[in-house]
């Protein structure tokens, strides 16, 4: 009897062991059968078509425009002056009164302009940053929703399928943003 109850534990713990094991490699099967998986998306491509980058671009148009126009103006100018100086429409002390006219124009010029590049490569940076936050949270959502793992940027990858592409659809999401008032 003392060995019937043993045998019968024996037999008990090896098959809880063994249904324990099995249901350990199920678990790691399933595991092992979920791919990860994989989209890429096209960001400069995506930043080009976005409502709200064109918006931006239109915005800054406006805002630079006049100091634009201005530094058109000190340009034509200076090349007009140029002009009369080299045909010796001056003469004496008038012709080294327009030389000196010429060089505050050329230096007023460079230094408008320069504070213009500047001004504007700050904007178009901070307002590049608002719109890359936007957009990364319109691909966040969607890998999220899709069940995406790894999200590439496409201009570094030689060859892709387009079923793996998300551009379009990150761009349909922010689009939507925008007309849904951000």
Same mark, same amino acid.
């Given at each position: 009897?003392? #060995?019937?109850? /043993?045998?019968?534990?024996?037999?008990?713990?090896?098959?809880?062991?063994? =249904?324990?094991?099995?249901?350990?490699?199920?678990?790691?099967?399933?595991?092992?059968?979920?791919?990860?998986?994989?989209?890429?998306?096209?960001? !400069?491509?995506?930043?080009? &078509?976005? !409502?709200?980058?064109?918006?931006?671009? &239109?915005?800054?148009?406006?805002?630079?425009? !006049?100091?634009?126009?201005?530094?058109?103006?000190?340009?034509?100018?200076?090349?007009? /002056?140029?002009?009369?100086?080299?045909?010796? #429409? %001056?003469?004496?002390?008038?012709?080294?009164?327009?030389?000196?006219?010429?060089?505050?124009?050329?230096?007023?010029?460079? =230094?408008?302009?320069?504070?213009?590049?500047?001004?504007?490569?700050?904007?178009?940076?901070?307002?590049?940053?608002? /719109?890359?936050?936007?957009?990364?949270?319109?691909?966040?959502?969607?890998?999220?929703?899709?069940?995406?793992?790894?999200? =590439?940027?496409?201009?570094?990858?030689? %060859?892709?399928? *387009?079923? /793996? *592409?998300?551009?379009?659809?990150?761009?349909?999401?922010?689009?939507?943003? *925008?007309?849904?008032?951000?």
């Amino acid at each position: 009897m003392i #060995k019937k109850v /043993l045998l019968a534990s024996v037999l008990a713990a090896a098959i809880g062991t063994a =249904l324990t094991t099995s249901n350990v490699a199920i678990a790691a099967d399933k595991a092992a059968a979920r791919q990860p998986t994989v989209a890429v998306l096209n960001l !400069p491509f995506i930043m080009t &078509e976005i !409502p709200q980058a064109k918006a931006v671009q &239109e915005a800054l148009v406006k805002e630079f425009g !006049p100091r634009e126009q201005e530094l058109q103006k000190l340009q034509q100018d200076g090349v007009k /002056l140029g002009q009369e100086l080299s045909s010796g #429409k %001056y003469k004496g002390d008038e012709l080294v009164t327009k030389r000196r006219e010429l060089e505050q124009m050329q230096s007023s010029f460079q =230094l408008k302009a320069r504070a213009l590049q500047e001004d504007q490569q700050n904007r178009m940076q901070d307002e590049n940053r608002k /719109l890359a936050v936007t957009v990364q949270r319109a691909i966040d959502a969607i890998a999220q929703e899709r069940g995406i793992d790894l999200v =590439l940027r496409g201009e570094a990858i030689a %060859y892709t399928i *387009d079923a /793996l *592409d998300i551009s379009q659809e990150v761009i349909k999401r922010v689009s939507a943003q *925008d007309k849904g008032g951000k």
